[in-house]
T-cell receptor
Framework: AQSVTQPDIHITVSEGASLELRCNYSYGATPYLFWYVQSPGQGLQLLLKYFSGDTLVQGIKGFEAEFKRSQSSFNLRKPSVHWSDAAEYFC????????????FGTGTQLKVEL | KAGVTQTPRYLIKTRGQQVTLSCSPISGHRSVSWYQQTPGQGLQFLFE???????NKGNFPGRFSGRQFSNSRSEMNVSTLELGDSALYLCASSLQGFEQFFGPGTRLTVL
């Protein structure tokens, strides 16, 4: 069974600083990987996805993520954080076979200091 | 295109009652998945429906059930509510593959 680990529960960065959120997955084959963001009281918004091909993927709001098979990682990055980026970020993996089912990590709460 | 809509947005029930939540997917999307989000367990997959058939099911008791209609709208039902069922229930729709679009959720509080 697939699993996702987000080792950082909380991260605080200053506005304008760079950001990297870590995600490690466990899955036997090539995974489908996602990053979602959730603001308080809201649903999940898809930031970016990796299915295959180029290991550096670009998403919305200036985010990017890099798939590293050798490290089983899919870290999310942003070169310059804005105060509006404060939210909770979830990494997820989808497994082939048997329909759509996403397995999520426990999330990383991002706080942005002005 | 309108996004995924969920009704109601907030719900308060008492233990032992049952509840039905509704989800309307994005037009053209035939797959609807349901997730439960709690502070303790995080986001957990409940089930997925595709073309009115349950295609995948998570590890939840039989009190949790769902269905999908011919217009792809979906409902989930929880019978004999327990305090631990208090959660944000999220619905997601998908056109193909795993790219899922989430609704705003229904916040269920069980007293």
């Amino acid at each position: 069974a697939q699993s996702v680990t987000q080792p950082d529960i909380h991260i605080t960065v200053s506005e304008g600083a760079s950001l990297e959120l870590r995600c490690n997955y466990s899955y036997g084959a090539t995974p489908y990987l996602f990053w979602y963001v959730q603001s308080p009281g809201q649903g999940l918004q898809l930031l970016l996805k990796y299915f295959s091909g180029d290991t550096l993927v670009q998403g919305i709001k200036g985010f990017e993520a890099e798939f590293k098979r050798s490290q089983s990682s899919f870290n999310l990055r942003k070169p310059s954080v804005h105060w509006s980026d404060a939210a909770e970020y979830f990494c997820a993996v989808g497994a082939t076979g048997g329909g759509n089912k996403l397995t999520f990590g426990t999330g990383t709460q991002l706080k942005v200091e002005l | 295109k309108a996004g995924v809509t969920q009704t109601p947005r907030y719900l308060i029930k008492t233990r032992g009652q049952q509840v039905t939540l509704s989800c309307s997917p994005i037009s053209g999307h035939r797959s609807v998945s349901w997730y439960q989000q709690t502070p303790g367990q995080g986001l957990q997959f409940l089930f997925e429906y595709f073309s009115e058939t349950q295609r995948n099911k998570g590890n939840f008791p039989g009190r949790f059930s769902g269905r999908q209609f011919s217009n792809s709208r979906s409902e989930m039902n929880v019978s004999t509510l327990e305090l631990g069922d208090s959660a944000l229930y999220l619905c997601a729709s998908s056109l193909q593959g795993f790219e899922q679009f989430f609704g705003p959720g229904t916040r269920l509080t069980v007293l």
